[in-house]
């Protein structure tokens, strides 16, 4: 039962999302032009576009930055692991 309620809810909220999505692109249609400042670039687009390339962009790289920010976190945790592995084995060898 409770499976199925959080699937329930699970598609609930995905669906709010979609429709939320849909209204931003519907009332957001107009074309802006964006400048690289440094850049020799210009660019136009729809303004739903620049917000969700942002939005994506941006989890995007966060997601990274979680990846790696953990990997760091395991590489530590594996090495005083296998530190302390490495030193017990070589007090029962005596």
């Known amino acids: 039962m409770f499976r199925f309620v959080s699937k329930l809810v699970y598609w609930i909220f995905a669906l709010a999302l979609m429709a939320m999505a849909v209204v ?11 400048s690289f400042e440094p850049l020799p670039f210009n660019l136009s687009a729809p303004l739903y576009a620049v917000i969700f390339s942002s939005i994506s962009i941006g989890l995007v790289v ?3 930055a979680g990846v790696w920010s953990s990997g760091r976190r395991w590489r530590r945790k594996r090495k005083k692991d296998m530190e302390a592995s490495s030193g017990s084995t070589a007090l029962t060898d005596n």
């Open 24 to 34: 931003i692109a519907v009332s957001n249609r107009a074309v802006v032009a964006l």
């Open 62 to 64: 966060g997601a990274i």
